[in-house]
């Protein structure tokens, strides 16, 4: 049997939902012919609408897709919003020690999102911690702490938050 780096690759193969696929299981030697609907059943894959039973995803093409459901399995919450932010923040210079706030308006943000702060460019050294909260409606809140036992420079800094909301 050839090896499958000696096997030719058909390019540009547009193979159909009903057509058959040739498979080789080879801890037992046998093979098997199944249709690609089927071995990729539960997978979802660009192009098409997927009910996993407990999510729903529809047009699931680059760059987006919409998912109607999405229930965890561990309990009953449900993925009800999420929101994209990005810019920038001038923190200017902070003394050793001292924690520093800036509030940032987020539309759609509520008490009780989560959030997950992204850093693009900027003046952030290991020193130098930060938080994102959301601390009121549509106001998202950065609290920056300077560790480093002198005055840090932080400047502008780029960032990109992702908040989601659960029910």
């Known amino acids: 049997m050839p090896e499958l780096d000696d096997l030719s690759t058909i390019p540009g193969a547009n193979i159909s939902d009903d057509d058959y696929l040739?498979?080789?299981?080879?801890?037992?030697?046998?093979?098997?012919?199944?249709?690609?609907?089927?071995?990729?059943?539960?997978?979802?894959?660009?192009?098409?609408?997927?009910?996993?039973?407990?999510?729903?995803?529809?047009?699931?093409?680059?760059?987006?897709?919409?998912?109607?459901?999405?229930?965890?399995?561990?309990?009953?919450?449900?993925?009800?919003?999420?929101?994209?932010?990005?810019?920038?923040?001038?923190f200017g210079s902070i003394a050793s020690g001292v924690d520093q706030s800036i509030t940032q308006s987020v539309t759609g943000a509520?008490?009780?999102?989560?959030?997950?702060?992204?850093?693009?460019?900027?003046?952030?050294?290991?020193?130098v911690s930060i938080r994102a909260y959301v601390a009121a409606a549509d106001t998202v809140k950065f609290d920056v702490v300077n560790s480093s036992g002198g005055a840090v420079s932080v400047g502008s800094v780029s960032f990109g938050l992702i908040l989601f909301r659960f029910t």
Request: hydrophobic fraction near 40%.
């Open 22 to 90: 040739l498979i080789f299981d080879v801890a037992t030697g046998n093979s098997y012919k199944i249709t690609k609907s089927k071995l990729l059943e539960g997978i979802a894959y660009a192009g098409g609408d997927h009910n996993f039973g407990t999510s729903t995803i529809t047009n699931l093409t680059a760059p987006t897709a919409n998912i109607s459901t999405l229930n965890f399995v561990t309990g009953s919450a449900s993925l009800t919003a999420v929101i994209k932010w990005t810019g920038s923040i001038d």
């Open 110 to 127: 509520l008490v009780g999102d989560f959030v997950i702060i992204g850093f693009g460019t900027g003046g952030l050294n290991k020193e």
